[in-house]
């Protein structure tokens, strides 16, 4: 996330510099465009006969900049009549073109050009005609070296404040993830822990998360959830209970019953008693242990339950349950016989649950 938001930051810092850049060119082009145009004006006010013009103080109040090296207003034959340094006037300018064509932007005919004492200039010549329509030339001589440098210290500023913002944006955003993670972090591991709990079987657990946003109102479900397997897990709980008592009373009376009779077959009481009817007792049993597996499901799901081990023999465990299928092989009339070739050792088994 911090990764993210700095990247988001880096890229905004680049592309509000772009557009200071931008901003801060067009904004040189317009000045240098007003400080032509206002010395071509003064050029234009005052005829070579003049010599000298307020208009021209009036520009070095306004318009001087360390970037103009020159400035002269040139008549026809090429001699400067207005200048900046008096020392210059009368003087013969160099390469002096009156252009018949109209100078494109209003910002004159441009030129580059390197001074004798190697200073790179950018010379810009407007063509104009003073009151008496006659041809003048306006020329300011601009230093590259000033406007680079005036560029690259507006740059430097603009850049000296998009850092400090950037900065800034990146402190506040950060503490805003911080603030954003332990927002939804909190509640969001408050209701993982809650619902491994219930998912453990803990129903009767509640997540509780304060106020009224949607993680509170998740929790909510979630304890309703709850709620609702807790009375569904009592309705089976209690099902099971009544089942298993409804079962365990016929089932009793029949074991009485076979124990009765088995009773009386032991004293003599009877000659003979029908061989199923010394398994009544025996399925009965079987009857009762299964009653007794339905209990037990209740204690599984509490964690209750318990293994009663017992040594049994697996040759007996088996007769047994040829013994009670036997009843059935005699109605299709088949036979169902144990056979053990060799003797089966003795195990540690759960009786009933086997």
């Not at 317009?30 to 103080?57: M, Y």
């Not at 124990?259 to 003599?268: A, C, G, P, R, V």
């Amino acid at each position: 996330m911090l990764l993210l938001m700095s990247a988001i930051v880096g890229t905004l810092s680049l592309s509000l510099y772009y557009t200071e850049k931008n901003i801060l060119e067009r904004a040189e082009y317009t000045r240098q465009q007003q400080v032509i145009l206002a010395w071509t004006q003064v050029c234009r006010e005052t005829p070579p006969q003049l010599g000298s013009s307020d208009g021209a103080h009036y520009f070095d109040k306004f318009f001087a900049a360390p970037s103009i090296l020159e400035r002269h207003c040139i008549d026809k034959t090429g001699k400067i009549y207005l200048s900046a340094n008096p020392t210059n006037l009368g003087r013969q300018a160099a390469n002096v073109t009156f252009r018949t064509d109209y100078p494109p932007n209003d910002m004159g005919f441009i030129s580059e050009a390197v001074l004798p004492d190697h200073r790179a200039v950018i010379q810009v010549d407007t063509p104009i005609r003073v009151r008496q329509n006659e041809p003048v030339l306006a020329r300011l001589v601009f230093s590259k070296k000033e406007l680079n440098s005036k560029m690259e210290q507006k740059l430097r500023e603009a850049s000296a404040r998009i850092y400090v913002v950037s900065a800034i944006a990146l402190i506040v955003g950060c503490i805003g993830i911080l603030f954003l993670t332990a927002f939804f972090s909190n509640p969001i591991q408050t209701l993982i822990s809650g619902v491994r709990l219930i998912g453990s079987g803990n129903l009767e657990h509640a997540i509780i998360i304060p106020g009224r946003t949607e993680f509170s109102a998740l929790a909510n479900e979630i304890n309703l959830m709850a709620r609702k397997l807790r009375e569904l897990d009592k309705m089976k709980s209690d099902f099971t209970s009544g089942i298993t008592h409804d079962l365990r009373s016929p089932v009793t009376g029949i074991k009485l019953c076979a124990s009765n009779i088995l009773d009386e077959y032991k004293t003599k009481s009877f000659p003979k008693i029908p061989e199923q009817t010394l398994h009544i007792l025996e399925y009965a049993e079987r009857l009762n242990r299964f009653i007794d597996s339905l209990l037990e499901v209740a204690k599984i799901e509490s964690g209750k339950s318990h293994l009663r081990i017992s040594t049994a023999n697996l040759e007996d465990i088996a007769a047994r349950v040829v013994d009670s299928y036997r009843p059935y092989a005699q109605q299709k009339k088949l036979q169902v016989n144990l056979v053990v070739e060799h003797e089966l050792a003795d195990i540690s088994v759960d009786i009933d649950k086997i």
